[in-house]
């Protein structure tokens, strides 16, 4: 307990003096809330614009952090299974809380990471996505495989409607290409899900290709249990 309490002071004397947030405020918070909550909703702070700013460029810090660390012992990241990739798209987006991203890794023949992008970032409730934008980077870095990814702020790991039909829609427009999709991971709550591990990604073509704006808005119910408890709980 007194180790606990230990690690807490030294987190906020960090995070204050990173952030310039008021250690006296931040103290009276973590009074009855999770410290952790000030980097995975930093509007439950009502900070102003420039310490929201910092605490994006943490969370930012954190998640490059993480990924140099698996970039540490390869010399270049293959992502060959769902675990792997569920592992790589965790540390990059976990630390995603109060906006929607989503992510596209290009991958050579051998499974290996040519480039991974952000192709959009939205907000907490949605992200639109530009089927030419990752058409237009597949070519560029003529990548034979992709795997997308995306968070969900409000934690579940459910895939929505709108993030199967997204798949759909990005492989009716890869698979003519001979470029395949992989997998779609789903960030949220700390973990992932794999669409590729639960044998729902679509692998053939239903349609032609549609680059029309994709729209990702669709809450599943346990996403909006989780936004309503977590409301009503401050």
């Not at 987190?11 to 310039?20: I, Q």
């Not at 931040?26 to 410290?35: C, D, H, R």
């Not at 992502?79 to 790589?88: K, V």
């Not at 890869?174 to 395949?180: C, G, R």
């Amino acid at each position: 307990m007194k180790q606990d309490i230990r690690h807490t002071e030294k987190f906020l004397k960090g995070l204050t003096t990173l952030t310039g947030l008021p250690y006296k405020k931040v103290q009276q918070y973590v009074k009855g809330n999770n410290p952790l909550n000030i980097l995975e909703h930093p509007h439950i702070m009502e900070l102003n614009e420039k310490q929201l700013e910092k605490i994006g460029l943490l969370n930012e810090f954190i998640a490059s952090y993480n990924i140099l660390k698996i970039y540490e012992s390869n010399e270049k990241v293959t992502l060959n299974s769902s675990t792997l990739a569920g592992q790589y798209f965790l540390a990059l987006l976990g630390g995603m809380k109060d906006k929607e991203r989503f992510m596209v890794a290009f991958l050579d023949s051998g499974n290996n990471i040519i480039e991974t992008k952000t192709m959009s970032e939205g907000s907490i409730g949605q992200t639109a996505v530009y089927p030419r934008e990752i058409l237009k980077y597949a070519l560029a870095c003529d990548c034979n495989a992709m795997i997308l990814a995306h968070n969900h702020p409000g934690g579940s790991k459910n895939f929505s409607p709108e993030d199967r039909a997204l798949t759909q829609r990005i492989v009716d427009i890869f698979h003519p290409l001979e470029i395949k999709v992989l997998d779609h991971i789903i960030v949220g709550s700390g973990s992932y899900t794999s669409m590729a591990e639960k044998g729902i990604v679509p692998y053939q073509s239903k349609g032609t290709a549609n680059y029309d704006t994709i729209v990702l808005g669709a809450v599943p119910v346990e996403e909006k249990r989780n936004r309503f408890k977590h409301t009503h709980s401050r």
